[in-house]
């Protein structure tokens, strides 16, 4: 009820701001004024007004808004300990063996792995950098056509 009144009383206040305006030949911060004005009576006889002032004055919703604060903070706690974990390299677990030791490999640990040595074929040079002259090329040709 007072809040629906104050909303009541503040838009006539606004329009007439709108109108002291208007006579001084702003129109367009006049009617941007007008507009302002008109929202508090709008959401008075939307009935929003009534939904707010309900809701505020509830307890339970104040433990809610509480609640979404406790679980905003988990989220950001965890986040950063997960920023913090990835500068760590992940840890390897060794495989276990049936009875609890540590397994060992069948075969030595490097009998399956690719050559890296180096192979028969040669590998291509690579290509050098084009020199630095010539990067210029273009921007003289450019001058030059308008005769700079």
């Known amino acids: ?8 009383a503040v838009s006539p206040a606004g329009l007439g701001i709108a109108a ?5 030949r702003r129109f367009r911060a006049a009617t941007r004024i007008a507009a302002y004005a008109l929202v508090p009576v709008a959401l008075v006889l939307t009935g929003v007004v009534e939904w707010i002032a309900g809701t505020v004055f ?7 808004f509480g609640l979404l604060g406790v679980a905003w903070a988990l989220l950001l706690a965890t986040r950063a ?12 677990k060794e495989p276990k063996a ?3 030791r540590p ?5 030595a640990p490097d009998a399956s792995a690719p050559s890296l040595g180096a192979g028969s074929r040669p590998r291509p040079a690579p290509e ?15 001058l030059k056509k308008h005769g700079i």
């Open 1 to 8: 009820m007072l809040a629906e009144t104050i909303c009541s």
């Open 103 to 107: 397994a060992r490999d069948a075969v």
């Open 128 to 142: 050098r950098a084009a020199a630095p002259a010539d990067d210029f090329s273009d921007i003289e040709a450019i």
């Open 81 to 92: 300990v997960e920023r913090r974990a990835l500068g760590r390299p992940p840890r390897q």
């Open 20 to 24: 002291v305006t208007a006579y001084r």
């Open 58 to 64: 509830k307890p339970s919703v104040w433990i809610g």
């Open 98 to 100: 049936a009875g609890g």
